[in-house]
T-cell receptor, first 110, second 119 residues
Framework: QKEVEQDPGPLSVPEGAIVSLNCTYS??????FMWYRQYSRKGPELLMY????GNKEDGRFTAQVDKSSKYISLFIRDSQPSDSATYLC??????????FGTGTRLKVLA | EPEVTQTPSHQVTQMGQEVILRCVPI?????FYWYRQILGQKVEFLVS????????KSEIFDDQFSVERPDGSNFTLKIRSTKLEDSAMYFC?????????????????FGAGSRLTVL
């Protein structure tokens, strides 16, 4: 079983839709959960991070962690064409050795 | 906004040649990292560096790889004798501190990457 699994997509949605992106993981030592956004030919850019289970909201983005199910989600409300990118989940037990998912490619259609 | 700068953006080299990838981390950051991403695959940790020494490295980071902070601003990754499978995007990252993420201040900031193509 892979440490982190993420559907690679691509995921195409119309502008204004709610987008749900997910990762599952197998290592219960992971305590910190991050979502990065990566535009084409750019480095990953941190969107959100959470510690432990629960929800965290920042503008149009909501990160959700369910440690009992080993499942994390990122929701994007009122999606915009500028949200078109690859979204990477990244997990760590507390060090900076991040374990990344493969990334989900999102395309928001105008 | 402060950023991590990487050069070159793209390098093509012949198998067996030495390559040096350069990074200028954010100026007040003390911890430095290299990650790589083979085309179509996930971003993978290579090495972390602090106080002029490696603090952690992955199994990918074998004897062909080395890192150095030759001066107060640059951080380099050297691949001694490149192999075809070294072709990837190499990302440099830096952070202000080590340890658990608090208040968003300790997260990694990544550069735009250096694409290495080994022929």
């Amino acid at each position: 079983q892979k440490e982190v699994e993420q559907d690679p997509g691509p995921l195409s949605v119309p502008e204004g839709a709610i987008v749900s992106l997910n990762c599952t993981y197998s290592n219960s030592a992971f305590q910190y959960f991050m979502w990065y956004r990566q535009y084409s030919r750019k480095g990953p850019e941190l969107l959100m991070y959470t510690y432990s289970s629960g929800n965290k909201e920042d503008g149009r983005f909501t990160a959700q962690v369910d440690k009992s199910s080993k499942y994390i989600s990122l929701f994007i409300r009122d999606s915009q064409p500028s949200d078109s990118a690859t979204y990477l989940c990244a997990l760590t037990s507390g060090t900076y050795k991040y374990i990344f998912g493969t990334g989900t490619r999102l395309k928001v259609l105008a | 906004e402060p950023e991590v700068t990487q050069t070159p953006s793209h390098q093509v080299t012949q198998m067996g040649q030495e390559v040096i990838l350069r990074c200028v981390p954010i100026s007040n950051h003390l911890y430095f990292y290299w990650y790589r991403q083979i085309l179509g695959q996930k971003v993978e940790f290579l090495v972390s560096f602090y106080n002029n020494e490696i603090s952690e490295k992955s199994e990918i980071f074998d004897d062909q790889f080395s890192v150095e902070r030759p001066d107060g601003s640059n951080f380099t990754l050297k691949i001694r004798s490149t192999k075809l499978e070294d072709s990837a995007m190499y990302f440099c990252a830096s952070s202000a501190t080590w340890g658990p993420l608090q208040g968003g201040a300790n997260v990694l900031t990544f550069g735009a990457g250096s694409r290495l193509t080994v022929l």
